[in-house]
């Protein structure tokens, strides 16, 4: 899960994609729809290097949490989704070898 949120967190559409499987899943974690929801809806905004194939599977990831969340639970997921801004990479990380 560290390599996932690492580079989830610097917005890796895949990473972002599996990290929203593990939160809905419950795998490796507590499940939590609303985090599945947000990193779902992350990859599906930054698929500009993602497969359709993946882009899909993320769409339809979110569609399946959304079925099971409240109202308030998707408002505050999509906020969580607007309000992200990707962290930066360190300094001398090399970007190219990120996909980047």
């Known amino acids: 899960?560290?390599?996932?949120?690492?580079?989830?967190?610097?917005?890796q559409p895949f990473a972002?994609?599996?990290l929203g499987v593990m939160y809905k899943n419950g795998w490796g974690?507590?499940?939590d729809y609303v985090e599945?929801?947000?990193?779902?809806?992350?990859?599906?905004a930054y698929y500009f290097d993602f497969e359709e194939m993946n882009?899909?599977?993320a769409?339809?990831?979110?569609?399946?949490?959304?079925?099971?969340?409240?109202?308030?639970?998707?408002t505050a997921a999509q906020k969580l989704a607007r309000d992200w801004v990707p962290k930066p990479y360190a300094?001398?990380?090399?970007?190219?070898?990120?996909?980047r």
Do not use: C
Not at 1 to 11: C, E, F, I
């Open 16 to 18: 972002q994609n599996n």
């Open 55 to 57: 882009l899909e599977r």
């Open 59 to 74: 769409r339809q990831n979110r569609l399946f949490v959304s079925r099971r969340m409240t109202p308030d639970e998707i």
């Open 36 to 44: 599945a929801y947000f990193w779902f809806s992350l990859a599906v």
């Open 1 to 11: 899960m560290k390599w996932y949120r690492l580079s989830a967190d610097k917005g």
């Open 91 to 99: 300094k001398g990380t090399s970007t190219k070898l990120l996909g």
């Open 29 to 31: 974690i507590k499940q």
